[in-house]
């Protein structure tokens, strides 16, 4: 891999690693939201308390899913930038079955395009659940 390519693949996994803090925040808010709508459940109506139930595992469940996602793209964009190319990893991933035969050999570009959609993703889905722990709250105790 040139050095003009390697870069990309830094920078990637920098932002990839980056997102700790954001996976961490994601699981206690969303642990945080499951303990609220379960303890407040007694004092809302139950298709209300099961409503939120759901959203807030489904959300910790999303948040889960991108953590894993991105602790192994920054994992996958650490050898990327060490490698000498990425024909030896698009075959590793054909072979593992996480990438399409026709995916592999996509330029540097779109790889870091994915990644970074992943990573707006999950500071999403950490404001869709800060504001469903705030809901839950003010649902449960007012």
Do not use: K
Not at 74 to 92: I, K, M, P, T, Y
Not at 102 to 121: D, I, Q
């Amino acid at each position: 891999m040139t050095e003009v390519a390697r870069w990309p693949a830094t920078l990637a996994h920098a932002a990839a690693a980056g997102t700790v803090p954001w996976q961490n925040a994601s699981a206690a808010i969303g642990l945080i939201g499951l303990a609220s709508a379960v303890v407040g459940g007694a004092t809302i109506s139950l298709p209300i308390s099961l409503g939120l139930l759901v959203l807030n595992a489904a959300l910790l469940a999303g948040g889960l899913w991108l953590s894993l996602r991105l602790r192994i793209d920054a994992v996958l964009f650490h050898a990327l930038a060490e490698g000498d190319g990425s024909d030896e990893f698009d075959r590793a991933m054909v072979d593992l079955g996480w990438l399409d035969a026709g995916r592999a050999g996509r330029p540097m570009p779109y790889r870091v395009a994915g990644l970074m959609r992943l990573v707006r993703l999950l500071v999403l889905l950490v404001a869709a659940q800060l504001m469903l722990l705030i809901v839950t709250g003010w649902l449960t105790w007012r």
